[in-house]
């Protein structure tokens, strides 16, 4: 790891510093998260219909249902999810 790389500015906002970079190109966090969300397809709940709201947690995008609260994940996210709870030494990962 380079730890002397040099700050520039997102491509997409042209207003973060970031040394971080996301299909090549210098991404600040929060640009990199509204570009995986606009991403994803817009889905349905099984339950009752409603059009499922798109969360960021931990960079792990999971769909939440604004009128039952269910959540539903992608093919994935539970090992995603799982990891994420190791790395902050969390037993989560015992329990699913």
């Given at each position: 790891m380079n730890w002397f790389k040099k700050n520039n500015t997102c491509t997409h906002c042209n207003k973060?510093?970031?040394k971080?970079?996301?299909e090549g190109q210098p991404t600040c966090p929060e640009c990199k998260k509204k570009i995986l969300?606009?991403?994803?397809?817009n889905r349905i709940c099984p339950v009752d219909g409603e059009i499922?709201?798109?969360?960021?947690p931990h960079e792990i995008i999971i769909d939440r249902c604004p009128k039952c609260k269910g959540i539903w994940l992608d093919a994935g996210e539970i090992e995603a999810?799982?990891?994420a709870a190791q790395s902050e030494g969390l037993a989560i990962g015992m329990i699913l």
């Open positions: 973060n510093k970031t971080r970079e996301f969300i606009a991403r994803e397809p499922l709201l798109k969360e960021n999810i799982k990891e």
